[in-house]
């Protein structure tokens, strides 16, 4: 069996280069968005995105590759037990998510889509999905009325465009606008 493809790497808060998580967060008090379910693409080790959001009475389910981050995570809930009940980070590959271990989401974000395919990662044995796949998964954890969103200045921007184009012709989605950094779609 391969291994898992994860994140050597890990990432700090750095709201100038990467300011994503910080107008996900904007963006959900403009929505006044309350007791929903989220799905979070990338935690980051400072993961202000499952804080925030349960300060703000939400549930995050998070993804992260990075050994780092996850053992951000855990030093985080073993100190706070209000983040621990409505925030759940888990360490695995997106592009491994099995639907079945997850619920349906209110909204979800997909903002580091196409940035960590590798080039074994589609194959029989690796077991993975393509992006477009991971985006037609999370559509499918979406319910109706719920949100998908993207993050414009991500590195994988140029390839998710064209995941994207392709995609809101045949999802049951349409745009429904952007908010500084991030595009914004609606499931019908
Ligand atoms: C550049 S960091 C951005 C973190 C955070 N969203 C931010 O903007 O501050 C990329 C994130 O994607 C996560 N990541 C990398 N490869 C991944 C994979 N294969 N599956 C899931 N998450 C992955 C990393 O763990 C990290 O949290």
Sequence with gaps: MPKMNYWTDKWDLHEDVCPCDVHFNQWVAKQKIKNKQIYHFGSGTHHVVGIKQAAQKNRTFCITAS?????AYIDLVTENSGVAKNYLCYFGDI????PALLPDFDVVTMFHLCEFFFPNTASKEYGGLTDAKVLDLFTAKTKKGGYILFYTRSMGWEKSKAVI????KKAKVKK???FKTLLVYQKK
């Design 165 to 168: 184009a392709k995609w809101e």
């Design 67 to 71: 050994k780092e981050e996850y053992q």
């Design 176 to 178: 429904v606008g952007e």
């Design 95 to 98: 592009y491994l998510t099995n």
